[in-house]
């Protein structure tokens, strides 16, 4: 009998101090905080909007999500200036980017474009010029290629136009074309037309 009580001793040891032990390790391990962890994610394709977006979800353990700056204008652009066929369309980025480093409404420069040139389908022959830049007459500002027009135009309009307060199309028609002016505005009009088209 003393064999017999013996020999199950081991198995009555182990489950009456094992369990409680079992027990208090596993409410340790399920009451116990683990450290916050931050995740970033970057979105590589331009999409959604021009802002800067933070999504958050707190669970344990706890993830930041924040997704810098979606940027959909050099697309938008891209897509207007696809349907209209435009040989500017190869640029859409560096329209956007130079009309960052000058502070432009990135529609501009297109939407004076659309009304100068159609998009550039009709400007003088080898002339890079869009804008109707420096044209007057038989006078015609050539450029080398489109991304040399687009800074030049770009930081004349910055420079002659905008620091000096003519910073919507009815004042720059005033200056940039004054017989529209005469005529009741209709390339401000327009202009304005292409902004919201661009919107």
Known sequence: MYNGFMGKFPWFF??????????IISFYFLTYEYPSQ???VRNTPPILSYQTLKIEKSFSPSFSIDTREADARPLLIQKY???YNSPLEPYSQIIVN??????LDYRLLVAIAQQESNLCKKIPENSHNCWGFGIYGDKVTRFDNYPQAIETVAKALKRNYIEKGLDTPE??????????LEKG???AKAVSQFFEDLE
């Open 171 to 180: 004042k720059i028609m005033a200056k940039y074309t004054p017989p529209s």
């Open 81 to 83: 200036l696809s349907k």
């Open 185 to 187: 505005g209709p390339w």
């Open 38 to 40: 931050s995740v970033t």
């Open 98 to 103: 130079i009309s960052d480093k000058y502070y």
């Open 14 to 23: 182990s489950f009456t101090l094992g369990a409680p032990l079992l027990m």
